[in-house]
Nanobody, 129 residues
Framework: EVQLVESGGDLVQAGGSLRLSCAVS????????IGWFREAPGKEREGVSC????????YYADSVKGRFTISSDNAKNTVYLQMNSLKPEDTAIYYC??????????????????????WGKGTLVTVSS
């Protein structure tokens, strides 16, 4: 059974930090990319960041570049999203999802012809002002 389980969401003040985790099981971790997406109330889903587990290449949305860092521990089948200098506009449910690296980048960039293969259930991040 494929599972992606997010954790680490919390309530934090603006300027604070959180680290989200995405624990993966049920498929060959190294063959996939893992993406972090977020959905805020009243807004469309946004691709935040992704990492290819085969070569470590990464992508960041402009809105988080320089503040968020994605990393992968292949031994633990876990991907992390370190979020620093959090802003109220970062408030959202954060989801991790898995797909082939090319598909993941396409979805990150908003290409609706593609879709992620597997999704987690999300973790809530709330940033207070």
């Amino acid at each position: 059974e494929v599972q992606l389980v997010e954790s680490g969401g919390d309530l934090v003040q603006a300027g604070g930090s959180l680290r989200l985790s995405c624990a993966v099981s049920g498929f060959t971790f190294d063959n996939y990319a893992i993406g972090w997406f977020r959905e805020a109330p009243g807004k469309e889903r946004e691709g935040v960041s992704c990492i290819s587990n085969s070569d470590g290449s990464t992508y960041y949305a402009d809105s988080v570049k320089g503040r968020f860092t994605i990393s992968s521990d292949n031994a633990k089948n876990t991907v992390y999203l370190q979020m620093n200098s959090l802003k109220p506009e970062d408030t959202a449910i954060y989801y991790c999802a898995a797909a082939h690296p090319v598909t993941t980048i396409a979805v990150m960039l908003g290409d609706q012809a593609y879709g992620m293969d597997f999704w987690g259930k999300g973790t809530l991040v709330t940033v207070s002002s």
